[in-house]
């Protein structure tokens, strides 16, 4: 049995309309949401990417050493890491030569990743959970 990655994505709002909310109340809205993982609640995270454990290795490996590498590496200590706004531009930077780079094996999935990462730069409730699974 092979080991995945999945990275699941938090990009939706759960109302109607949010317009006569208070940032203030909007923002304890969405934190809310965003911690419900931790009671239980993922179906309310959509599958934005996966990949074999191994190969998600080989892509992060080739960071260059640091707290970027750091992050994405704690996957495999803890089984599952959550990047949200304030790891976006420590993690934009790092990858940016990977989404740039033809000659990378794993382009694609850096750049896919740099758009989330300017999606949760626009949103900063969008989230990203990693998990690794049998």
């Known amino acids: 049995m092979s080991v995945k990655v999945i990275f699941y994505v938090l990009n939706q709002k759960f109302l109607d309309s949010d317009d006569d909310m208070p940032e203030q109340a909007q923002q304890v809205m969405y934190y809310s949401l965003a911690i419900g993982h931790h009671v239980g609640v993922i179906d309310c995270l959509k599958t934005m990417m996966e990949c074999p454990l191994d190969e998600y290795e080989q ?67 969008i989230y990203l959970m990693v998990k690794r699974r049998p």
Do not use: C, V
């Not at 094996?105 to 999606?119: E, I």
């Open 59 to 125: 892509w992060f490996s080739q960071l260059p050493e640091g707290e970027a590498r750091r992050k994405m590496a704690g996957l495999l200590k803890f089984g599952e890491i959550t990047i949200d706004s304030t790891h976006t531009q420590l993690l934009a930077h790092a990858f940016a030569p990977l989404a740039q780079d033809a000659n990378t094996l794993h382009q694609s999935w850096s750049q896919q990743l740099l758009q989330t990462l300017y999606d949760i730069e626009q949103e900063p409730a």
